[in-house]
């Protein structure tokens, strides 16, 4: 079905249970140790640019973002943990599986370089022709998936964090399903409490209140939010 750098994707059936058909994420062999020397590699460089191309931009930042993310990734217990608990909240609050679906984990069939799943059938949620033959408004996708973005950064703190086009499944009575969770991330109570600050300072359109949500949550701009006008504003975003 799909191909990454850290695994591959098969369609399969299951010998028990009448033959369901399920998803078999297969990591592939060493490339663990590939990926952390990258990592290290991608260190040296960055080292190198941002004392002389780069010093305007703080590469050193972004290379440690991804040496405390991908890691995790290779980890498909943790994978099929951090699924089954933003089912479960989503369900817990009416969301899944009434507009937004998350396949179901297979429990006994879970180690830490291979993931199985149910299957989802399904078109990518950018397949406008598709859906217009399904007869599905993609305004409602777009609806059903800031509810549940909203709800998993905002309210919960546990997210999927890699929502492209080839992890957005909508299926054919219009709902969508979140596929993919080796990228989920936590927030802690203090990071999700500024994103609300954010999201309620955007909403007031009020430059003050902006600028202090920016900065509480440690975002830089070169721009002053706090004497900008209203389209100077919109035009940062």
């Known amino acids: 079905l799909a191909s990454a750098t850290i695994a591959q994707v098969h369609r399969a059936a299951l010998r028990r249970g009448g033959g369901r058909e399920v998803v078999i994420k297969v990591q592939y062999a060493d490339q663990e140790r590939l990926c952390e020397l990258d990592l290290r590699n991608l260190r040296r460089l960055a080292g190198f640019l941002q004392k002389r191309d780069m010093s305007f931009f703080d590469m050193l930042s972004v ?45 006994d069939l ?3 370089r291979v993931l199985v799943m149910e299957y989802i059938r399904g078109c990518k949620v950018n397949n406008l022709s598709k859906l217009k033959t399904w007869g599905v408004e993609p305004s409602n996708v777009m609806t059903a998936l800031g509810h549940a973005y909203g709800q998993m950064m905002l309210c919960d703190g546990v997210f999927h964090s890699d929502p492209h086009p080839g992890n957005l499944l909508v299926k054919r009575d219009g709902r969508v399903a ?60």
């Not at 995790?72 to 507009?99: C, S, W, Y």
């Not at 954010?198 to 920016?214: C, D, H, N, Q, T």
């Open 178 to 237: 979140l596929i993919d969770f080796g990228q989920s991330k936590e927030l802690s109570d203090h990071d999700r409490h500024n994103l609300c600050r954010f999201y309620l300072a955007m909403v007031s359109g009020k430059p003050k209140r902006i600028a202090e949500a920016f900065r509480a949550l440690g975002i830089v701009l070169d721009l002053d939010l706090s004497s900008a006008g209203a389209d100077e504003i919109t035009s940062v975003f």
């Open 110 to 112: 879970v180690t830490r």
């Open 63 to 107: 290379v440690a973002e991804f040496e405390a993310q991908i890691p995790k990734e290779f980890d498909f217990v943790r994978e099929a943990r951090m699924q089954r608990t933003i089912a479960g909240n989503l369900a817990r609050v009416g969301i899944a599986p009434h507009t937004v679906v998350v396949p179901r984990i297979e429990e």
